[in-house]
């Protein structure tokens, strides 16, 4: 690293952790600032995640030469800050290394860091400005959401936006503690000028930073101001009549459930919104068939889209028909962010659950509440994807692979024994073919044993969901172990392909020998094409 990348780029005041206690480095060691927060230690582990000690203005330089492409190449760097399409549908905002954002039409690639303390790298990348941001506390950090990737959530990126790429005034635009006829004069004077999210923007981090100071008095204040400005109690336009059945204003740990009767075939407009986290739904609703005790709709990540406010805030507008019957319109929530209980911006419209509204006349709907029992709470506490990770279809692959690959455990020493005195081969040949054979053995013992590891001490379908890369220099004996078998067991195949195609040409062994040592390589083939599919060639954990 030192010489493909310090020292050609000047940055003398940048090393790995690792190597401070060297006397080429004891500079850096002397001008490290003290770590506040959690533990109060310096995070040593030297990988893409961390461990790397530097200074802003060695970062500047850095950040010169990526702009002026001597690290990568343009199209590499235009990629990197290109935001890739994720297959859970959710919107992209990541890029190759970097979060990809946009702000009012400007083009931002980011980056944040911390443990105990916390950095912030930004390129507004239209402008070619960058900021970049070192602190020896967390506070910084708490500042990020998993649910609202977005680099305005930090103040000071905020400040800095205003300042230099809009040749602002860096303080508010608005006073948010006049009065709201002052406040209203100038959101309208703001929105005129083409400020209006800038506005939107600046109560949230006014917001945020009163949570983060641990002032909930104040948080609270800001949140009122923000919902009376920036929230409707106006349900969307095409509700034009009051829903037949309805869940509103849900709190955190509520079930509600209310049952209605339709006395003929009804279209039913559906408006509900709820928490999202990670992937999953965590507060929703959903449609039950009393006459079958089975969901037949629920709010699924499939399903919503943005409710306004914070990413996490999630509707549906849908409509289905519903045959005449009994059904039960259900609610549910978790411990966070809910209906008076906002821990961030709440969703535009202000509500929380779930709406149902008849298409044309209601023809007689009856309803009444359900105080539920535990047998009444049909609906999960999360709501996955519908579409999981590993399809029905590639289990049965999997199965059949191990199958296959275990049955030869058994086979190969069965088939040795046998032809331990073949007729009319040499000893050359006949240690070549025990050796393929004693190597297919192997492989079809460590591939099996790697996936019921991945089963037993982890869970293979998060993996597959979210699979890791591992790009450390320093890796855990674990990892060491589970990426050594995979790539052992992909050589062994490699080496397996060569002898099968010498076994065809030469015809070492009879036909049968030869059709199933071929079945066995194609198998372990098969399973880590399958593996690579699901992103677990590259790293293990």
């Not at 590499?76 to 905002?93: D, K, N, Y």
């Not at 190759?96 to 009012?104: K, M, N």
Request: charged letters at 15%; aromatic letters at 14%; one cysteine or more.
């Amino acid at each position: 690293m030192a010489d493909t990348l310090l020292d050609p780029l000047g940055m003398s005041d940048s090393a790995p952790f690792y190597l401070l206690d060297q006397p080429a480095y004891q500079h850096i060691r002397t001008k490290l600032s003290k770590p506040y927060g959690y533990d109060r230690s310096y995070f040593t582990n030297f990988s893409a995640a961390g461990g790397f000690v530097s200074t802003v203005l060695d970062l500047a330089k850095f950040d010169i030469a990526l702009n002026q492409d001597r690290l990568i190449r343009p199209e590499t760097r235009a990629l990197a800050f290109t935001a890739q399409t994720l297959t859970s549908g959710e919107p992209p905002v990541y890029g190759l290394g970097w979060y990809v954002d946009e702000f009012q039409g400007t083009k931002i690639a980011w980056h944040q860091g911390w443990w105990c303390y916390s950095h912030l790298y930004i390129k507004f990348l239209d402008q070619d400005y960058s900021l970049i941001v070192f602190t020896n506390s967390p506070t910084l950090a708490e500042f990020t959401s998993p649910e609202d990737v977005s680099v305005m959530r930090y103040p000071v990126a905020l400040a800095f936006y205003k300042l230099f790429i809009m040749d602002m005034d860096p303080g508010n635009i608005i006073d948010w503690v006049a009065e709201d006829a002052v406040i209203e004069s100038q959101l309208q004077a703001a929105q005129a000028a083409g400020y209006g999210e800038i506005a939107r923007q600046e109560i949230h981090d006014r917001y945020l930073t009163a949570q983060v100071l641990g002032k909930p008095a104040s948080a609270g204040k800001v949140l009122d101001t923000y919902i009376r400005f920036f929230t409707s109690t106006e349900l969307p336009d095409f509700k034009s009549q009051s829903p037949f059945a309805m869940i509103d204003r849900v709190g955190n740990n509520t079930y509600s459930i209310v049952e209605f009767t339709l006395q003929q075939d009804t279209d039913v407009d559906i408006f509900t919104v709820g928490g999202y986290r990670l992937g999953q739904m965590v507060d929703y609703g959903g449609i039950e068939d009393v006459s079958s005790g089975k969901l037949i709709w629920m709010m699924t990540p499939e399903r919503v889209s943005s409710a306004g406010g914070v990413g996490n805030n999630r509707q549906v507008n849908e409509q289905i028909t519903l045959p005449a019957g009994i059904y039960r319109l259900h609610f549910r929530t978790n411990e966070t962010h809910s209906f008076g209980n906002w821990i961030d911006l709440p969703p535009d419209t202000l509500f929380w659950g779930i709406a149902l509204y008849a298409v044309g006349e209601d023809g007689g709907i009856t309803t009444r509440d359900i105080t539920p029992s535990f047998q009444d709470k049909v609906l999960p506490a999360q709501v996955p994807p519908t579409a999981p990770p590993i399809s029905k279809q590639e289990y049965v692959i999997l199965w059949t692979c191990l199958g296959i690959l275990l049955s030869a455990l058994v086979v190969i020493p069965a088939a040795l024994w046998l032809s331990r005195n073949p007729v009319g081969m040499s000893q050359k040949v006949r240690g070549w073919t025990k050796t393929a054979a004693w190597v297919m053995w192997v492989n079809s013992l460590l591939s099996p044993l790697l996936i019921f590891v991945l089963m037993k001490f982890f869970d293979l379908e998060l993996l597959v969901n979210e699979p890791p890369i591992m790009v450390s220099t320093t890796v855990t004996f674990q990892v060491l172990i589970l990426t050594g078998v995979i790539y052992t067991c992909i050589a062994l195949t490699i080496f397996q392909v060569v002898f099968s195609i010498l076994a065809w040409a030469v015809k070492f062994r009879s036909l049968v020998d030869r059709l199933y040592y071929s079945l066995v390589t194609v198998t372990a083939i098969g399973f880590y094409v399958l593996l690579g599919s699901w992103g677990l060639i590259v790293a293990l954990y």
